[in-house]
């Protein structure tokens, strides 16, 4: 598995990461006790993650209390294996600095885990408080607080749309951006890297990861409706690349739910890069 830095943290991210939304949940909200839980089927998610040196998991888009409680029965054995990205939603600015302490505190008890790698600011695309009003409000000196606490590592802003994502990105308040999969298609497919806000991100050190993104299924119909000479191998492999081969971003977070489609996607891993010279063709 490719393995890289994420920006100017000391966090060595493989390529490809892990999107725990994905997870198969339980969908009962009586499973409340450790008695109650068979964590097995997630657990054999993270084995073969481990087995394939997958090692990013998102949790943040992980709300419910008894699906964390879930996720940690499965994550506590193997949390040395992870960076684990965890999440709180912009709306705690409203909240009292003691209120959001006590929730991140209530996530890491039910993660099973002392801490976050990252720790991750969700904004989303009709986010009922502005942009500069979160910029000044005291939620990004909180989220610093708890770095220094010791309950996080790292600082990011997980953004669902390119509407005022610039001005989250040149905050400098920031170490990890966790880009949809949408800002990403648009940054490939407007205005070219370069001048992009995947690559300004990158320029100012920040870790780049993208989340949301397609199934590889999507992708490859994707590839074929813009390229309809490439034949259906050819499809997935370029699908793959494009994942693997995304500039300016660090790692892919997939929504995969069991080992064998784990084991399934790491087989197609491209050993060449051809991301490029397929963007190249469909331009031209």
């Given at each position: 598995?490719?393995?890289?830095i994420?920006?100017?943290?000391?966090?060595e991210?493989?390529?490809?990461?892990?999107?725990?939304?994905?997870?198969p949940?339980?969908?009962s909200r009586?499973?409340?006790?450790?008695a109650?839980?068979?964590?097995?089927?997630a657990?054999?998610?993270?084995?073969?993650?481990?087995?394939?040196e997958?090692?990013?998991?998102?949790?943040?888009g992980v709300h419910?209390p008894f699906e964390q409680?879930?996720?940690?029965?499965?994550?506590?054995?193997?949390r040395?294996h992870f960076?684990?990205?965890g999440g709180?939603?912009?709306h705690w600015a409203?909240e009292?600095?003691?209120?959001r302490?006590e929730?991140l505190?209530?996530?890491l008890?039910?993660?099973r885990?002392n801490h976050l790698d990252?720790?991750s600011?969700?904004?989303q695309h009709?986010?009922?408080v502005?942009?500069?009003?979160l910029l000044r409000?005291d939620?990004?000196?909180?989220a610093?607080?708890?770095?220094?606490?010791?309950?996080?590592?790292f600082t990011?802003i997980s953004?669902a749309?390119?509407?005022n994502?610039?001005?989250?990105?040149?905050?400098d308040?920031?170490?990890i951006?966790?880009?949809s999969y949408?800002?990403v298609h648009e940054?490939?497919t407007t205005?070219?890297v370069?001048?992009s806000?995947?690559?300004?991100a990158?320029?100012l050190?920040m870790?780049v990861l993208t989340?949301?993104v397609?199934?590889?299924?999507?992708?490859e119909q994707?590839v074929?409706?813009m390229?309809?000479?490439?034949d259906?191998?050819e499809?997935r492999?370029i699908?793959?690349?494009?994942?693997?081969?995304l500039p300016q971003?660090?790692a892919s977070?997939?929504?995969?739910?069991?080992?064998?489609?784990?084991s399934?996607?790491c087989e197609?891993?491209?050993?060449?890069?051809?991301?490029?010279?397929?963007?190249?063709h469909?331009?031209?």
């Open positions: 598995m490719h393995q890289r994420l920006g100017h943290t000391d966090l991210v493989s390529a490809i990461g892990l999107d725990a939304t994905a997870f949940m339980p969908r009586l499973l409340r006790t450790a109650a839980i068979d964590a097995s089927p657990a054999h998610t993270l084995i073969a993650a481990v087995d394939h997958i090692n990013v998991l998102d949790v943040s419910e409680d879930y996720l940690g029965h499965a994550l506590e054995p193997r040395r960076t684990v990205i709180f939603q912009s409203c009292p600095y003691e209120r302490t929730r505190l209530g996530i008890d039910r993660l885990t990252v720790l600011m969700i904004v009709d986010d009922a502005g942009t500069e009003d409000s939620l990004l000196d909180w610093e607080e708890m770095i220094r606490r010791g309950y996080a590592r990011g953004l749309s390119s509407d994502a610039a001005a989250f990105v040149s905050s308040r920031f170490d951006m966790l880009a949408r800002i940054s490939l205005q070219g370069s001048a806000l995947l690559g300004e990158r320029r050190g870790g989340n949301n397609p199934a590889l299924s999507v992708l994707l074929q409706n390229s309809p000479d490439v259906a191998r499809a492999r699908a793959v690349s494009i994942l693997f081969e971003v660090h977070l997939m929504g995969v739910q069991t080992p064998a489609e784990i399934h996607f197609l891993v491209p050993t060449a890069a051809s991301t490029g010279a397929w963007f190249e469909v331009d031209e």
